[in-house]
C-alpha cells in the first residue's frame, strides 16, 4: 500500500482543472494527461516499482560491477561502489513528451523499456570515450542512503578536509572538475526525450522504422542494437565513435578494422562492440552463468542488455547468484534539457536492485568498449580467454580473423534460418519458434 500511495500522489497531483476557464481542448488535453498517469501508475505498480525499495546486499561476497571487485565488508569499498552505481546514467519510462512522428503517443510506458535499456548501455559507453577513467557524478548532490548505509554525513567534511590542505575550501555538491560535469550533461542531454536528440527514444523510433517495428511495438534486444548503431552512425555528435553489431554471433576482425582503421597519422576510431545472443531455448541455459560472470568482470564490458522474459533490464554485475541491474520499469516526467542546469537527478539510480541468475532471459546483447587499437587487442585477449574457459565447447560468441562476407552472402540467408560459425564448421537453426532473431546455443 506504501508504494501505491507513494506512486498515486505524484502520479496525480495538480490534475483538477480549472473549471470556469476550461476549454474544449484543454479537457482533451488534461484528459489524455490524466490517461498517460494512470497508465503510468498502473505499469510502476505491475512492476513493483517504489524509490523505496531497496535489495538487500550480502556482505560475506564480493560484489562484481563492471569489471572492479567490491568487498562490501570494507567500509571504503563499499562508498566506493555507491559512488559507481549513482554515477551510472539511468534511463526509465518517461510521460508528457512530444508526441511520436505519426501518432499520439507521449509516453513510452508499457513497450519502452528495451529501448531504455539500449540507451543505458550506449550511455555507458559515453562516459567511458568521454570522461577520465574513474569519473564519479558529485556524491554531495545525492546524500540519500541504502541498506548498505554507502554514504554518511561524515563523506562531505572528508572531502572538504581533502581540499583545505589546497588551501581550498568546498561547499558540498562544489566540482573539481567542472568540464567534466558539463561533458556529463550533454552525454544526458543526448538522450532527451526530443526528437532532435541524437539517442533520445524519438529518433531510436525513427530508425526502427527500417525493421518493421514503430511506436508502441515490442522492441528485442538485437534489433535495439542496429539501431544503437544506425544511430551513432547517423549522428556528428561523437565522430571518433562507431558501433559495431556482430553477425551470427562471431565477431568479424577485419570487418571491425575496417569499421576503426584512419589514415596515419591519426589513430583507431572508438569503438563499441555489441553481441546479441541467445543463451538457450525458453530459458536460461545454466551451463553459461560462469561467463556472464566472466564478462562482467571485465573492464572493456559496458553491460548487458538483457531481462526477465518481455520485461527488459540493464545488467551491470553481479554477487553469488544474483544479477545487479538498473530497471527503466519506472515512469517519470520528461525533463526540459534545454532549461539550463537541469535537474540530473533522475537520470541516476540511487538504489541497486538484484535478481537470481535463473530468472534471466536467455535473449539478450552483450556490449564492450576499446578507446583505441591497443585497447581493442587487449580485449580481443581477455574476451576470448573468458569465452574459452567458461563454455570451450560451444562459446556465446567467437571472434573470426575474415570478413562476414567470406563465409557467405547475404543473398543465401533465408529470413528465418540464422548460421553460426562453430570451429570451421557452419550449422543451420531454425529460428521460427524464437522469441527473438537469436541463435539458439
Not at 553489431?245 to 576482425?253: E, F, G, K, P, R
Amino acid at each position: 500500500m506504501d508504494d501505491w500511495l507513494f506512486l498515486s500522489h505524484e502520479s496525480v497531483l495538480h490534475l483538477e482543472p480549472d473549471v470556469g476557464r476550461t476549454t474544449q481542448q484543454e479537457e482533451t488535453v488534461d484528459g489524455r494527461r490524466l490517461k498517460s498517469r494512470l497508465v503510468s501508475v498502473w505499469n510502476n505498480v505491475k512492476y513493483g516499482w517504489s524509490l523505496k525499495q531497496k535489495s538487500r546486499f550480502s556482505r560475506s561476497s564480493p560484489l562484481v560491477m563492471l569489471g572492479k571487485a567490491y568487498e562490501l565488508k570494507d567500509e571504503e569499498e563499499r562508498r566506493g561502489f555507491r559512488r559507481s552505481f549513482v554515477s551510472l546514467l539511468w534511463f526509465t519510462y518517461r510521460r508528457g513528451f512530444p508526441q511520436m512522428g505519426g501518432g499520439s503517443l507521449t509516453s513510452d510506458s508499457g513497450w519502452g523499456c528495451v529501448l531504455r535499456t539500449g540507451q543505458m548501455l550506449l550511455a555507458q559507453g559515453l562516459l567511458l570515450h568521454l570522461l577520465p577513467s574513474g569519473w564519479t557524478w558529485s556524491s554531495g548532490q545525492h546524500t540519500v542512503k541504502d541498506d548498505m548505509d554507502l554514504l554518511r554525513s561524515g563523506d562531505a567534511a572528508e572531502l572538504n578536509a581533502k581540499i583545505s590542505k589546497r588551501g581550498r575550501k568546498l561547499s558540498v555538491g562544489s566540482l573539481l572538475d567542472r568540464p567534466m560535469g558539463a561533458t556529463h550533461r550533454i552525454i544526458v542531454s543526448w538522450f532527451a526525450d526530443n526528437p532532435t536528440a541524437p539517442f533520445g527514444i524519438h529518433n531510436l523510433v525513427v530508425l526502427g522504422e527500417s525493421s518493421g517495428k514503430k511506436a508502441g511495438d515490442w522492441y528485442g534486444p538485437s534489433i535495439v542494437a542496429h539501431i544503437l548503431r544506425n544511430a551513432v552512425a547517423a549522428s556528428a555528435a561523437v565522430p571518433n565513435l562507431v558501433v559495431y553489431v556482430a553477425q551470427d554471433c562471431t565477431i568479424y576482425l577485419q570487418d571491425v578494422m575496417k569499421m576503426c582503421e584512419r589514415p596515419l597519422p591519426m589513430a583507431w576510431k572508438s569503438l563499441i562492440i555489441l553481441v546479441p545472443v541467445r543463451l538457450g531455448g525458453q530459458d536460461l541455459n545454466p551451463s553459461y552463468i560462469t561467463c556472464v560472470k566472466r564478462l562482467l568482470s571485465l573492464d572493456c564490458c559496458i553491460g548487458i542488455i538483457g531481462g526477465k522474459p518481455k520485461h527488459s533490464l540493464f545488467f551491470v554485475g553481479f554477487q553469488g547468484d544474483h544479477l545487479l541491474y538498473l530497471d527503466p520499469h519506472y515512469c517519470q516526467p520528461t525533463v526540459d534539457v534545454s532549461t539550463q542546469n537541469f535537474s540530473l537527478e533522475s537520470f541516476h539510480c540511487k538504489y541497486p536492485r538484484k535478481m537470481l541468475f535463473s530468472r534471466m532471459d536467455p535473449s539478450c546483447t552483450i556490449g564492450f568498449y576499446a578507446k583505441g587499437q591497443n585497447e581493442f587487442e587487449l580485449l580481443h585477449t581477455a574476451v576470448s580467454e573468458a569465452l574459452s574457459m567458461s563454455a570451450p565447447t560451444y562459446p556465446m560468441f567467437i571472434f573470426s580473423d575474415g570478413e562476414s562476407e567470406e563465409l557467405w552472402s547475404s543473398s543465401t540467408l533465408a529470413s528465418n534460418v540464422t548460421y553460426i560459425q562453430r570451429e570451421t564448421a557452419l550449422q543451420r537453426v531454425n529460428t521460427n519458434d524464437s522469441m527473438d532473431e537469436f541463435v539458439v546455443l
